[in-house]
Protein backbone atom coordinates (compact mmCIF):
# COMPACT_ATOMS: atom_id res chain seq x y z
CA UNK A 1 0.00 0.00 0.00
CA UNK A 2 1.33 3.57 -0.92
CA UNK A 3 -0.17 6.66 0.04
CA UNK A 4 1.07 10.23 -1.35
CA UNK A 5 0.41 13.32 0.28
CA UNK A 6 1.91 16.71 -0.55
CA UNK A 7 5.24 16.32 -0.01
CA UNK A 8 5.30 12.95 1.68
CA UNK A 9 5.12 9.37 0.45
CA UNK A 10 3.93 6.18 2.28
CA UNK A 11 4.30 3.01 2.09
CA UNK A 12 3.27 -0.42 3.95
CA UNK A 13 4.88 -3.60 3.31
CA UNK A 14 5.54 -6.70 5.31
CA UNK A 15 5.40 -4.46 9.09
CA UNK A 16 8.14 -2.14 7.78
CA UNK A 17 6.52 1.55 7.06
CA UNK A 18 8.24 3.77 3.95
CA UNK A 19 8.35 7.59 4.68
CA UNK A 20 9.67 9.37 1.75
CA UNK A 21 10.31 13.03 1.76
CA UNK A 22 9.15 13.83 -2.13
CA UNK A 23 10.78 17.53 -2.81
CA UNK A 24 13.59 17.23 -5.04
CA UNK A 25 12.83 20.46 -6.48
CA UNK A 26 13.85 22.21 -3.34
CA UNK A 27 16.21 19.33 -1.91
CA UNK A 28 13.91 17.90 0.24
CA UNK A 29 13.66 20.98 2.40
CA UNK A 30 10.48 20.81 4.97
CA UNK A 31 8.36 23.40 4.87
CA UNK A 32 6.62 24.09 7.64
CA UNK A 33 3.30 21.48 6.27
CA UNK A 34 5.71 18.94 5.83
CA UNK A 35 7.40 19.47 9.23
CA UNK A 36 3.69 19.01 10.91
CA UNK A 37 3.22 16.75 8.77
CA UNK A 38 6.17 14.12 8.74
CA UNK A 39 5.59 14.32 12.74
CA UNK A 40 1.59 13.60 12.70
CA UNK A 41 3.35 10.25 10.08
CA UNK A 42 5.36 9.17 12.50
CA UNK A 43 3.40 9.43 15.84
CA UNK A 44 0.47 7.24 13.60
CA UNK A 45 3.38 4.87 12.73
CA UNK A 46 4.29 4.58 16.09
CA UNK A 47 0.45 3.78 17.77
CA UNK A 48 -0.13 1.02 14.48
CA UNK A 49 0.78 -2.40 16.39
CA UNK A 50 1.09 -3.84 12.65
CA UNK A 51 4.21 -1.40 12.45
CA UNK A 52 7.62 -2.97 13.40
CA UNK A 53 10.09 -0.50 12.08
CA UNK A 54 9.53 2.79 9.93
CA UNK A 55 12.16 3.59 7.06
CA UNK A 56 12.88 7.07 6.26
CA UNK A 57 14.17 8.37 3.11
CA UNK A 58 13.97 10.74 0.29
CA UNK A 59 13.67 11.09 -3.69
CA UNK A 60 17.12 12.05 -5.21
CA UNK A 61 19.49 13.87 -5.20
CA UNK A 62 19.54 15.36 -1.90
CA UNK A 63 18.09 13.92 1.84
CA UNK A 64 17.38 16.98 3.05
CA UNK A 65 18.14 20.21 3.36
CA UNK A 66 16.86 21.08 6.56
CA UNK A 67 14.05 24.01 7.06
CA UNK A 68 13.26 25.47 3.93
CA UNK A 69 14.79 29.08 4.43
CA UNK A 70 12.69 30.53 1.53
CA UNK A 71 9.83 30.16 2.89
CA UNK A 72 9.33 33.68 5.30
CA UNK A 73 7.16 33.61 8.27
CA UNK A 74 8.15 37.24 9.84
CA UNK A 75 6.32 35.91 12.97
CA UNK A 76 8.38 32.93 13.65
CA UNK A 77 8.74 32.17 17.28
CA UNK A 78 12.22 30.23 18.30
CA UNK A 79 10.91 29.45 21.30
CA UNK A 80 7.68 28.04 19.88
CA UNK A 81 9.65 25.80 16.98
CA UNK A 82 11.35 24.12 19.93
CA UNK A 83 7.92 22.29 20.67
CA UNK A 84 5.53 22.37 17.74
CA UNK A 85 6.48 20.05 14.49
CA UNK A 86 9.57 19.31 15.87
CA UNK A 87 10.76 16.10 13.76
CA UNK A 88 13.87 15.54 16.03
CA UNK A 89 11.64 15.11 18.99
CA UNK A 90 9.34 13.06 17.57
CA UNK A 91 11.65 10.83 16.40
CA UNK A 92 13.49 10.54 19.86
CA UNK A 93 9.78 10.08 21.26
CA UNK A 94 9.07 6.53 19.32
CA UNK A 95 9.24 3.21 20.68
CA UNK A 96 8.82 1.39 16.76
CA UNK A 97 12.64 1.86 15.54
CA UNK A 98 13.27 4.05 12.62
CA UNK A 99 16.10 3.16 9.78
CA UNK A 100 17.07 6.93 8.14
CA UNK A 101 18.21 6.20 4.42
CA UNK A 102 20.56 8.86 3.48
CA UNK A 103 20.63 9.00 -0.05
CA UNK A 104 22.37 12.39 -0.48
CA UNK A 105 23.37 16.17 1.23
CA UNK A 106 21.65 15.46 4.91
CA UNK A 107 22.47 19.21 6.03
CA UNK A 108 21.18 20.98 9.09
CA UNK A 109 17.57 19.98 10.25
CA UNK A 110 17.77 17.06 7.43
CA UNK A 111 21.18 16.06 10.07
CA UNK A 112 19.21 16.40 13.11
CA UNK A 113 16.52 13.85 11.32
CA UNK A 114 19.17 11.32 10.79
CA UNK A 115 20.69 11.90 14.62
CA UNK A 116 17.29 11.28 16.05
CA UNK A 117 16.74 8.13 14.18
CA UNK A 118 17.53 4.85 15.77
CA UNK A 119 20.01 4.42 13.37
CA UNK A 120 21.47 5.34 9.63
CA UNK A 121 22.33 3.83 7.11
CA UNK A 122 24.00 5.72 3.70
CA UNK A 123 24.51 5.60 -0.04
CA UNK A 124 28.00 6.20 -1.27
CA UNK A 125 26.45 9.68 -2.33
CA UNK A 126 25.61 10.95 0.74
CA UNK A 127 27.31 13.73 2.52
CA UNK A 128 26.29 15.43 5.89
CA UNK A 129 27.05 19.42 7.09
CA UNK A 130 25.61 21.49 9.92
CA UNK A 131 24.72 25.26 8.55
CA UNK A 132 23.41 26.50 11.01
CA UNK A 133 25.96 29.12 12.18
CA UNK A 134 26.43 29.88 8.72
CA UNK A 135 23.16 31.16 8.40
CA UNK A 136 23.25 33.07 12.03
CA UNK A 137 20.92 30.49 13.47
CA UNK A 138 21.16 27.80 16.21
CA UNK A 139 19.72 24.21 16.11
CA UNK A 140 16.51 23.25 17.61
CA UNK A 141 15.88 19.78 16.61
CA UNK A 142 18.69 18.79 19.44
CA UNK A 143 21.99 18.53 17.18
CA UNK A 144 23.95 20.22 19.30
CA UNK A 145 23.17 17.35 22.01
CA UNK A 146 23.48 14.37 19.77
CA UNK A 147 26.28 15.02 17.37
CA UNK A 148 29.02 14.91 19.55
CA UNK A 149 27.62 11.80 20.85
CA UNK A 150 27.82 10.53 17.57
CA UNK A 151 30.97 12.01 16.57
CA UNK A 152 33.04 13.25 19.29
CA UNK A 153 32.97 16.60 20.92
CA UNK A 154 35.64 18.38 18.98
CA UNK A 155 34.52 16.87 15.16
CA UNK A 156 31.11 17.81 16.22
CA UNK A 157 32.62 21.66 17.10
CA UNK A 158 34.37 21.73 13.94
CA UNK A 159 31.66 20.72 11.73
CA UNK A 160 29.22 23.12 13.33
CA UNK A 161 31.30 26.34 13.15
CA UNK A 162 32.73 25.58 9.79
CA UNK A 163 29.27 24.22 7.99
CA UNK A 164 32.34 21.85 5.50
CA UNK A 165 30.69 18.62 4.71
CA UNK A 166 31.44 15.25 5.87
CA UNK A 167 31.42 12.08 3.05
CA UNK A 168 29.77 9.15 3.55
CA UNK A 169 33.07 6.82 4.33
CA UNK A 170 33.90 9.30 6.86
CA UNK A 171 30.78 9.45 8.64
CA UNK A 172 30.83 5.94 8.62
CA UNK A 173 34.27 6.00 10.04
CA UNK A 174 33.51 8.60 13.05
CA UNK A 175 30.20 6.27 13.98
CA UNK A 176 27.86 8.93 12.37
CA UNK A 177 26.31 5.53 10.39
CA UNK A 178 25.92 1.98 10.48
CA UNK A 179 26.26 1.27 6.98
CA UNK A 180 27.60 2.94 3.18
CA UNK A 181 26.35 1.40 0.29
CA UNK A 182 26.06 1.43 -3.32
CA UNK A 183 23.84 4.26 -3.63
CA UNK A 184 21.76 2.21 -6.11
CA UNK A 185 21.55 -0.81 -3.43
CA UNK A 186 20.22 1.83 -0.60
CA UNK A 187 16.34 1.18 -0.79
CA UNK A 188 16.96 -2.59 -0.99
CA UNK A 189 19.51 -2.56 1.78
CA UNK A 190 17.51 -0.46 4.31
CA UNK A 191 14.00 -2.44 3.69
CA UNK A 192 16.39 -5.89 3.86
CA UNK A 193 17.98 -4.70 7.52
CA UNK A 194 14.10 -3.38 8.59
CA UNK A 195 13.14 -7.13 7.74
CA UNK A 196 15.82 -8.41 10.14
CA UNK A 197 14.08 -6.14 13.12
CA UNK A 198 12.65 -8.52 15.72
CA UNK A 199 9.05 -8.42 15.43
CA UNK A 200 8.68 -8.09 19.38
CA UNK A 201 8.04 -5.94 22.55
CA UNK A 202 11.54 -6.13 23.58
CA UNK A 203 12.62 -3.95 20.80
CA UNK A 204 11.06 -0.73 22.40
CA UNK A 205 11.92 -1.94 25.20
CA UNK A 206 15.88 -2.56 24.76
CA UNK A 207 15.50 1.28 22.61
CA UNK A 208 14.03 2.67 25.91
CA UNK A 209 16.83 1.39 27.93
CA UNK A 210 19.60 2.65 25.77
CA UNK A 211 18.00 5.98 25.16
CA UNK A 212 17.20 6.09 29.17
CA UNK A 213 21.17 4.82 29.98
CA UNK A 214 22.95 6.41 27.64
CA UNK A 215 23.83 9.18 30.15
CA UNK A 216 23.97 7.05 33.52
CA UNK A 217 27.05 6.02 35.01
CA UNK A 218 27.54 2.28 34.47
CA UNK A 219 26.65 1.33 37.86
CA UNK A 220 23.30 3.38 37.52
CA UNK A 221 22.62 2.05 33.87
CA UNK A 222 23.04 -1.52 35.43
CA UNK A 223 21.07 -0.68 37.76
CA UNK A 224 17.98 0.80 35.64
CA UNK A 225 17.99 -2.16 33.68
CA UNK A 226 17.76 -4.68 36.19
CA UNK A 227 15.04 -2.37 37.58
CA UNK A 228 13.11 -2.34 34.17
CA UNK A 229 13.35 -6.33 33.55
CA UNK A 230 12.78 -7.33 37.04
CA UNK A 231 9.66 -7.96 36.92
CA UNK A 232 9.17 -8.83 33.03
CA UNK A 233 6.74 -12.05 32.63
CA UNK A 234 9.00 -14.89 31.41
CA UNK A 235 7.64 -17.78 29.41
CA UNK A 236 9.72 -20.76 29.03
CA UNK A 237 7.99 -22.26 26.16
CA UNK A 238 7.34 -19.41 23.93
CA UNK A 239 11.31 -18.62 24.93
CA UNK A 240 12.66 -21.66 23.76
CA UNK A 241 10.42 -21.71 20.40
CA UNK A 242 11.57 -18.34 19.52
CA UNK A 243 15.07 -19.66 20.11
CA UNK A 244 14.86 -22.97 17.67
CA UNK A 245 12.82 -20.00 15.03
CA UNK A 246 16.27 -17.99 15.76
CA UNK A 247 18.94 -20.48 15.43
CA UNK A 248 17.06 -21.23 11.82
CA UNK A 249 16.98 -18.00 10.80
CA UNK A 250 20.79 -17.55 11.23
CA UNK A 251 21.45 -21.01 9.35
CA UNK A 252 19.16 -19.81 6.51
Known sequence: MTDRTSHLV??????VRSITLDRPEAKNALSRAMRSELCGLLASADRDPDVCVVVLGAVDPAFCAGVDFKERDE???????????NPGRAL??????????????????????ALSSSFVVASDRASFADTHALLDAVPTWGLTALLPRAVGIRKAREMSIT???????????????NHVVDHEALGPFALELAGRVA????????????????????SAALALEASETAGRAFDAEAFENAGRAVARRDRG
Do not use: K
Open 10 to 15: VGDAAG
Open 163 to 177: GCFVGAEEAHRLGLV
Open 75 to 85: SFDPYAARFTA
Open 92 to 113: RAMTTPVICAVNGACVSGGLEI
Open 199 to 218: GTSAVGEVLRLYDRGEDLPM
